[in-house]
């Protein structure tokens, strides 16, 4: 399990550790999760249609060719061969099967995405708590269904739950996972550009389930450092008021 990284670092200097512009650089863009499940779903889709549009042609083919053309008549069904019997019960089953296992492979691939967090992110903690989101960034700052993240860096939550089992869904990142008492879980996904995004709790949790929403708030870098940096320097203030 990571350490969290306000316990390595002083506040200030994690202010600028996980900002955009730091030190430590991806060489590599990371894999997209969202878009991987997007790509996933589509050819899921794709594959239940071809299968769908054979199953009624070879349907109405059979309903056609086979049709009973007069009240008098019997059946009388064509002979197979054995070699038939097995052409026709093997090969429909390893189309099928193949097609089962390489969705199987590709989910695989996607969920390995799903859990590989990025080294280069901004990890966030998040405590649910019936019936709000409180997350808590390296600096010490606390926010309360409001996650602010810059563009073009992955964001990682850290998550814990106060009572009850949560679940944090942001449908636009294609992510969820569900939050519980003394486990810590963790999701992650990368924002690209500016703008808002709906989380919701998917999770049944209690009598406002319903009302358990918030927002992510993706802003251009530049200015979630000026956020950053100005909710850190309200913090030292207060705690210096409060220790004066």
């Given at each position: 399990?990571?350490?969290?990284?306000?316990?390595?670092?002083?506040?200030?200097?994690?202010?600028?550790?996980?900002?955009?512009?730091g030190a430590a650089?991806?060489?590599?863009?990371?894999?997209?999760?969202?878009?991987?499940?997007?790509?996933?779903?589509?050819?899921?889709?794709?594959?239940?249609?071809?299968?769908?549009?054979?199953?009624?042609?070879?349907?109405?083919?059979?309903?056609?060719?086979?049709?009973?053309?007069?009240?008098?008549?019997?059946?009388?069904?064509?002979?197979?061969?054995?070699?038939?019997?097995?052409?026709?019960?093997?090969?429909?089953?390893?189309?099928?099967?193949?097609?089962?296992?390489?969705?199987?492979?590709?989910?695989?691939?996607?969920?390995?995405?799903?859990?590989?967090?990025?080294?280069?992110?901004?990890?966030?903690?998040?405590?649910?708590?019936?019936?709000?989101?409180?997350?808590?960034?390296?600096?010490?700052?606390?926010?309360?269904?409001?996650?602010?993240?810059?563009?073009?860096?992955?964001?990682?939550?850290?998550?814990?739950?106060?009572?009850?089992?949560?679940?944090?869904?942001?449908?636009?990142?294609?992510?969820?996972?569900?939050?519980?008492?003394?486990?810590?879980?963790?999701?992650?996904?990368h924002p690209k550009?500016?703008?808002?995004?709906?989380?919701?709790?998917?999770?049944?949790?209690?009598?406002?389930?319903?009302?358990?929403?918030?927002?992510?708030?993706?802003?251009?870098?530049?200015?979630?450092?000026?956020?950053?940096?100005?909710?850190?320097?309200?913090?030292?203030?207060?705690?210096?008021?409060?220790?004066?």
């Open positions: 399990m990571h350490r969290r990284p306000s316990n390595l670092l002083p506040r200030a200097l994690a202010g600028t550790m996980l900002l955009p512009g650089a991806a060489k590599e863009p990371p894999p997209d999760p969202a878009r991987g499940w997007d790509h996933l779903w589509n050819e899921m889709l794709l594959d239940i249609t071809i299968i769908g549009v054979a199953f009624a042609a070879m349907t109405i083919y059979f309903m056609i060719r086979y049709r009973r053309r007069s009240p008098e008549q019997e059946g009388d069904p064509p002979q197979l061969s054995r070699l038939a019997v097995v052409g026709w019960a093997i090969i429909p089953a390893f189309v099928f099967m193949a097609d089962d296992f390489f969705l199987a492979a590709k989910s695989w691939e996607l969920w390995q995405d799903y859990r590989s967090v990025p080294t280069d992110r901004l990890e966030v903690r998040l405590e649910s708590v019936m019936w709000s989101w409180n997350y808590t960034y390296p600096n010490g700052v606390k926010t309360y269904n409001e996650l602010r993240v810059p563009a073009g860096k992955p964001v990682m939550l850290r998550m814990t739950s106060k009572d009850v089992v949560h679940s944090h869904f942001i449908p636009d990142f294609r992510v969820k996972e569900d939050s519980m008492p003394g486990r810590i879980t963790y999701l992650w996904f550009e500016p703008g808002e995004h709906v989380v919701t709790c998917a999770e049944y949790c209690g009598l406002l389930h319903s009302r358990m929403a918030g927002k992510v708030i993706v802003m251009p870098p530049d200015e979630f450092q000026k956020w950053y940096q100005r909710e850190a320097a309200r913090l030292a203030q207060a705690d210096t008021q409060q220790k004066g």
